[in-house]
């Protein structure tokens, strides 16, 4: 009845349009972003169809809103894709976005075109057994990736990762320090800078491929590769499958290939370097770089690996001193921001991202929105101000604030007035404003209009005019003001970064103050500028004297937009029976399994498994017969958000189990204190049936940037009166603490557990012992983690890679209901495998115990997971 009500109430909840290429799926107020996602994809799917020899059709196409995240994903198993609504920007470099919807949807339609790619075999046994055999899912993340890269990247040379410049400066940073990186490292991605660089080197050795063979070998791999049955064997043994097709189609393997790159990259002029002064090497990403008293404030973000494949991203802001030139952290926040930082006075004004409620399914109906918060540089005070989808700001001054925020159900953007008293919109217009910026006279925008990048605005809210200043193809951003009327900014011109500044009453002549490098960042103090520079560990500051000279744009080709009206297709309205098509079983593979240890009894089943494309249902389930009790077997799995943020489960066993769950997040935050409240509800019968369990649970997480702690707590019950067989009452608690220490991680935790009518004794599992059986006892366990060694090697065939050696010191403690102490203390040592094109992550490790008996034990533990199919 629960699934009957929720279906009247999501057919109520879903609006459909589509043609004979795409469902589009959307909530109701989001049909402009839904018209725009069918418009680009009807007028550019032939190209994507072309280059991976695919013309999918009838895609479901979900649009989803997360709040200001930037997003989208592609899921070829299920078949379908998603696209959420916000329109990123320009953060750490400037990637030129003509068009969210265009640049998204192509992307993501480019996933699916290709990984659904088959022929001969492959593709007979998709249609009979689905998605499990389409062989081109089964490739390194960097031709996954790459191939989207490249896709977005041709529609314009203004948009697209490879026409932005960074990828192709990255890369001459890497050359420059003999550093260019070999197929293990593409395939594997270990943590580095910079984040993504499956997209990175995927996208520039594709382009390579494709100038120098040529695109229709690309659309032949994808043809050859999509034959071959055996290619799920490929991510461990390549030569068997991507190697044997691409020395089909290039006459070369892949590590052949690659090095044919490495020697075409190496060999061209390499004019990369930055001008002046390195200050700081520390690496990774800086942004907003700020002036106050001979200091330098900016956001560093650094990732510290904290255990086997655990990372925690730390959000700085630092402090530069130019008298001794010592960097320091001035402060950690508790998250990542949103906005550049903007300084006033004696205040630093920057927004933190926090949680709002948001329609999607992806995110459960949570999203990301900034708090906009104002630091004191001499106390540290700090304040929140107010929430909001910030898109960007300035400070007029201490107590009134200007920003901006993405128009609804069209394309534009809003500026709004804050003050303590109120809010209040000053302004609205069609173009996307990406940074606003001030000195008390001009209030100055980088803005684009739709299909455009962003040009550089004056502001009048008095005659509420937008005058242009400066208007090119390229991307203008960073903006600061050099003296009064002298504005500074960043512009990817000829692909380099680079500090430019015109004068606002003679916006004619641009002046140039780099030549070579990529800028993301920047300040002038008197003669001098202090910029924040890309190098091979990610970004520094730098400094070097400002000699501005006279800079004329070269000639540019001019900027088409498409002509939507040209199309010749029918949109229809649809309605919910077109999304409950789309939970049919993406997966219908036969499973035969020995019953018993004769192998003469059997199972002979089928799996098959499927999601609606919201992603709101999804369902496994076996059918088959059970040879050795002779009767049919059934078992399915279901899962359920109709009523999101309420998550519900159902497993049934045919002829054993039967478990209900539903849980519900009560609080979420990214800022606060505490991070997470869940709550849950759980209805399981077991047994044969004979048991009837219920049980509370609740858990609950929070901290700071250095500390984390968590609290479990669950109670299950049964009751005769319910028809179960026996009276219980059980009580299960954690509590722990997660304490980052000199680059470690120390962990503390202590579970107490009471269940003393229970038929089915729990366990008491620490280090050192076998495992012990109470019906009540307390544990704790103490352990601090430590990288101990990067390893970062690894073979192409077998694909196996071995990243980083971590070690563990512990102790255990257990008390059991007769008052038995038990406690053991040694080490541990782990490393970080990765196999099958590092879709696979293994963390196996190895230690030895010594109990309070002094017995020496030797134990083996494997931890692993499966990334296939992320984005």
Known sequence: MAIFFALIFSWFDWWVIKTKNYTVIYKPRYEYEAIQTLNNLEYYRLYVDRLTGNNPRNLPVVIEDTGILSNGFANPFFYNIHIFTYPPNSDYYLEGIQDWYRLAGLHEYTHIAHMTKTAGIPKILTRIFGAPFQANMYLPGWIIEGITVYTESQFSPYEGRLNDGFFDNYLETRISKNKFPDIIEATNEPLSFPYGKIYLYGGEFLDFLSNKYGKEKT??????????????????????????????????????????????????????????????????????????????????????????????????????????????????????????????????????????????????????????????????????????????????????????????????????????????????????????????????????????????????????????????????????????????????????????????????????????????????????????????????????????????????????APNFDSLNFVIKRGNYLDITKTILPSARVPLFLPMDSTFKKWLYSAIFAGSDATNENSYTMVIGYDQLNNIPYFQMGFQSLFFNPLNMGLFYYYNDLLYL?????????????????????????????????????????????????????????????????????????????NQMLLNGELLIKLTGFSDTQNSDTPLISIRGYEDIHSQSGFIFKTEYSHRLLNIR?????????????????????????????????????????KVCFGSIKIFPRTGIAINKNKKIKMFITINASSLFFNH
């Open 793 to 833: 090697k690894g073979l192409w065939n077998p694909n196996i890679y071995f990243e980083d050696l971590f070690g563990t010191l512990f102790i255990d403690y257990a008390i059991d209901r007769e008052q038995e102490k038990y406690y053991s203390t040694g080490f541990e040592l782990g490393v970080e495998t």
């Open 661 to 737: 769950s539903f849980n519900y997040p009560l609080f979420y935050s990214l800022d606060k204190k505490v991070k997470k409240i869940l709550s849950g509800l759980d209805f399981k019968s077991f047994d044969g049936y004979k048991r009837k369990e219920i049980k509370l649970e609740t858990s609950i997480t929070g901290g700071s940037p250095y500390t984390t702690f968590f609290l479990d707590f669950s109670v299950p019950f049964e009751r005769r009166t319910f028809r179960s067989s026996i009276d219980r009452t059980g009580f299960f608690g954690s509590l722990g603490l």
């Open 219 to 560: 659309t032949r791999f994808f043809t050859v590769y999509g034959s071959y049955p055996w290619a799920f064997i490929s991510p461990l043994f390549p030569v068997f499958g991507i190697d044997q097709a691409s020395k089909t189609v290039y006459g070369k393997t892949f590590p052949r290939l690659f090095s044919e790159w490495w020697r075409y990259e190496t060999n061209k002029p390499i004019n990369y370097k930055l001008p002046g002064e390195r200050l700081t090497k520390n690496g990774w990403y800086i942004s907003s770089v700020v002036y106050h008293k001979n200091k330098l404030y900016y956001v560093r973000e650094i990732p510290i690996k904290l255990n086997g494949f655990r990372y925690k991203v730390f959000t700085y802001i630092m402090e530069f001193n130019l008298a001794d030139k010592k960097e320091r952290i001035f402060t950690t926040l508790n998250s990542s921001l949103t906005t550049k930082m903007k300084l006033h006075g004696d205040n630093l004004y920057f927004c933190n991202t926090e949680i709002r409620r948001a329609e999607n399914i992806y995110y459960n109906r949570f999203g990301i929105t900034s708090i906009l918060k104002r630091m004191n540089l001499s106390s540290k005070k700090t304040e929140v101000l107010f929430k909001d989808d910030i898109r960007t700001f300035c400070v007029l001054n201490d107590s009134i604030i200007l920003y901006v925020k993405v128009k609804d159900k069209n394309h534009g953007s809003e500026i709004w007035l804050y003050s303590p008293e109120m809010r209040k919109k000053l302004w609205e217009g069609d173009f996307l404003i990406n940074e606003i910026e001030t000195n008390g006279k001009w209030i100055v925008v980088s803005a684009g209009k739709r299909f455009e990048n962003t040009d550089l605005y004056i502001m009048n809210f008095e005659t509420k005019d937008s005058i242009p200043v400066l208007k090119t193809p390229w991307t203008e951003g960073n903006l600061f003001f050099i003296k009064e009327d002298l504005l500074g900014f960043i512009a990817n011109y000829e692909g380099k970064h680079r500090i430019y500044s015109i004068d606002l009453n003679q916006p004619e002549s641009i002046f140039c103050y780099t030549k070579t490098g990529f800028i993301n960042s920047f300040v002038v103090i008197d003669s001098m500028i202090f910029f924040s520079g890309l190098n091979s560990e990610g970004f520094d500051i730098y400094r070097m004297v400002a000699r501005p000279k006279i800079y004329r744009l070269k000639e540019w080709k001019a900027n088409l």
